[in-house]
């Protein structure tokens, strides 16, 4: 095993809603109303809507400041960061489930002393990179005028919006939000450069997490 393998190029001939099937969701919050939403790009929501100048609330029609969006941007991709550096470990026995974090102690056995399970991380660097690519893909101006996004709801889904934007406006608000768009996209590029580099050193120094 090795962790460079994690950070080849992502396979262009998936769709993103294919590649981004196990990502969690960019969760906003209005800063005038308090109310919670996913975000998902120029596309039809019941809790938002893009203008020509940003990010609407649909509730209370707050409209959020570029720095309210990158800030909340920011901290949410920081929280999936943490959430890696923790380094939970859990045991692939299914039938065994120990989660722990002392991995400098007890290498990659598991834990409990009749298991013969390997203990992995919970939350891999190919998760992160993933979740992070995905983030970065909501603010790419091409990928949301070509409609191209993961959908935020399946069709059935009593959140969804019952209509979609139509394409000529999609494009509009595309190329209106393209400098607001750019900024959000270069806060996550920054992580991905950091962590492409530290998912490096962290795989040759936990080389003997990766069962072989
Ligand atoms: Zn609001
Ligand atoms: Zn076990």
Redesign the pocket.
């Known amino acids: 095993g090795n962790s460079g393998d994690n950070l080849q190029p992502l396979d262009s001939a998936l769709s993103d809603e294919e590649r981004f099937k196990e990502v969690t969701s960019l969760t906003l919050k209005?800063?005038?109303?308090?109310?919670k939403f996913p975000f998902g790009g120029i596309v039809a929501s019941k809790y938002y809507q893009m203008t020509f100048s940003g990010l609407q609330?649909?509730?209370?029609?707050?409209q959020f400041s570029p720095i309210q969006l990158s800030s909340q941007f920011e901290s949410d991709i920081r929280m999936h960061i943490s959430r890696y550096y923790t380094g939970y470990l859990k045991c692939d026995d299914s039938t065994c489930g120990v989660v722990t974090r002392q991995i400098s102690v007890f290498g990659k056995r598991c834990l409990n002393e009749d298991c013969m399970g390997v203990m992995g991380y919970c939350y891999t660097d190919k998760q992160l990179y993933n979740q992070l690519h995905y983030f970065a893909s909501l603010f790419n101006v091409d990928k949301n005028k070509r409609e191209l996004l993961k959908p935020l709801y399946r069709p059935d889904d009593p959140e969804a919006a019952e209509k979609k934007i139509p394409t000529s406006q999609v494009l509009a608000l595309g190329e209106q939000n393209r400098e607001l768009f750019q900024t959000m996209e270069s806060v996550v590029q920054k992580y991905l450069s950091n962590c492409a580099r530290s998912f490096v050193d962290m795989g040759s120094i936990f080389d003997f997490m990766n069962p072989e």
Do not use: I, K, L, S
């Open positions: 209005c800063p005038g109303c308090d109310q609330c649909a509730r209370c029609n707050h």
